[in-house]
């Protein structure tokens, strides 16, 4: 079983940057492929980036591509989202998630989430 606590979240103004982070445990970190998320109110939860267990691969939504960074830290078992150029349309709650297999969208574990708030 691993358990996934979010942390790095708050207030920012548009255009400033924010850099979530995901400390995992109860499991092998090294095996799990990652995933970021956010369910902005109202809406349904959204897929952000994913990065494979050795950080190999990576992926992201084209809403935040180019200006999200996906990155792990292996030996930390720690996961992290570097947010840029922070926009309104950001402004959500974050989720971390863990699955076996980084093909898959189907993420077996997750985190309780940390927001992120973006203000003009």
């Known amino acids: 079983q691993v358990q996934l606590v979010e942390s790095g979240g708050g207030l920012v103004q548009t255009g400033g940057s924010l850099r979530l982070s995901c400390a995992a445990s109860?499991?092998?970190?090294?095996?799990?492929?990652m995933g970021w998320f956010r369910q902005a109110r109202g809406k349904e939860r959204e897929f952000v980036a994913r990065?494979?267990?050795?950080?190999?691969?990576?992926d992201y939504a084209d809403s935040v591509k180019g200006r999200f960074t996906i990155s792990r830290d292996n030996a930390k078992n720690t996961v992290y989202l570097q947010m840029n150029s922070l926009k309104l349309e950001d402004t959500a709650v974050y989720y971390c998630a863990a699955n076996n297999y980084y093909y898959s969208m189907q993420y077996d574990y997750w985190g309780q989430g940390t927001q992120v708030t973006v203000s003009s």
């Open positions: 109860g499991g092998t970190f090294s095996r799990y492929a």
């Open positions: 990065i494979s267990s050795r950080a190999v691969s990576t």
